[in-house]
């Protein structure tokens, strides 16, 4: 991982101003803002220096989102900087600097642009630090091609983690995965020539509240043999986002030792093609009993998360969240950005909606609509895995992983894309780390008394 852009507060650095107009700037800047046609705007940036050519100061046009700011750290020539004056948000304004400064190298050795931060008074650098490192995490583990971050990748990434932070790791793997009874995980990823797995991370005291997290690790989805076409598949290297997700709040939490019993799951397979595939029409049966007819096999992820969820709700969790790349619909229903949420706890979705506005991780709930659970009934078994018509895709996804859930005290579910696709200033394009930093403020509230 790239390290971060943070420098010492003892560092000489360039001062940062952030203006709205050029009143207040001294003469030499005012002419030289108007020789540049720099009035202030918003995210825009102008170089000032002195008679030698030394930078001597940084003009950024004020903006309403403070993590705009990453626009500083990706345009910024290497260099120590500061920022002056009071800022709104240094928390968000310092992160959104973190954020876009983040390059993924591994493939081509290409430095990041070196622009370092002094961090402004009033921020905490160790919950600074937690919140992008983790983003930094997810993004490498999406962006890593699945040539690189198959089933065994992604066990030794949970393991690593798991040895840093003294957490108990076991995995069942390949045909244990049937004699342990998750026989929708080893349907899905039977024709990989990587064996499908189920990871399981324990971590913390057994007599704190229990929060599992569950992550869809799908490494690739071709779509089975319902192949997907290729401009649908080009980017399903993606479709372990909800596990590299969740694997960032696992770490997040672990970091922060949160008073619970963390339980990380990740079913981890590839959705391949091969003679031993599952198909369209098979009726599979489930760790949770249900049998269930398959309609479209390129519908895996949920049907991996039904044997994991299942599992989870065996020991009866206080809190049960997955998150997950799980359906197209929910981008057509609220696009790339905004991620929506399922839960019946109204308690727990105000929490998340008000922490996400809060922190600029935008979150937005979508209803666990009950009738719609007709659209998932089969004639020949208990349950068909996806809706008949095609109708409210992502609602339908998220009341098939509800019939996997029955004991959790509460239990969430974030249908998350998982990459941006046109870039922010905090945000570039690639992987994406979403509704981690909001989840771990609502369980830090939720159980640091
Ligand atoms: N991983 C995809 C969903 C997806 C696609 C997420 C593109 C983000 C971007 C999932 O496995 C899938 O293929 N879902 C199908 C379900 C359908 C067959 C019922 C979909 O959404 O088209
Ligand atoms: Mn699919
Ligand atoms: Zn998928």
Known sequence: MQDLPIASPKSKSVPIQMVGDTKNLSAEQKAWAKANGFQGQSGQILLCSDSKGALTSVLFGKSEQPMDAGKLASSLPAGNYHIEGELDDPHLTSLGWMLGAYRFTQYNNKKDQGAKLVLPKGVDAEDLVREAEASFLARDLINTPANDMGPDQLEKCIRTIGRKFKAQVSVIKGDALLKKNFPMIHAVGRASVDAPRLIDLKWGNAKHPK???VGKGVIFDSGGLNIKPGNSMALMKKDMGGAANTIALAQMIMDA???VRLRLLVPA??????ANAFRPGDILPSRKGLSVEIGNTDAEGRLILGDALALGDEEKPDLMIDMATLT???RVALGPDLPPFYTDDD????AISHTSMDINDPLWRMPLWDPYQKMLSSKIADVNHISTGGFAGSITA???LSRFV???KSWA???IYGWTPTAKPWMPVGGEAQGIRTLFEVIKNKYWK
Not at 269 to 274: D, G, K, Q, T
Not at 347 to 350: I, Q, R, S, T, V
């Open 211 to 213: 929060v599992t997290l």
């Open 328 to 330: 197209g619909a929910a």
């Open 257 to 259: 030792k949160l008073p």
């Open 406 to 408: 029955e004991h959790a």
């Open 413 to 415: 579910h974030f249908d």
């Open 398 to 400: 998220g009341l098939f």
């Open 269 to 274: 397979v590839e959705n391949a093609i091969s």
């Open 347 to 350: 308690e727990l979705a105000d």
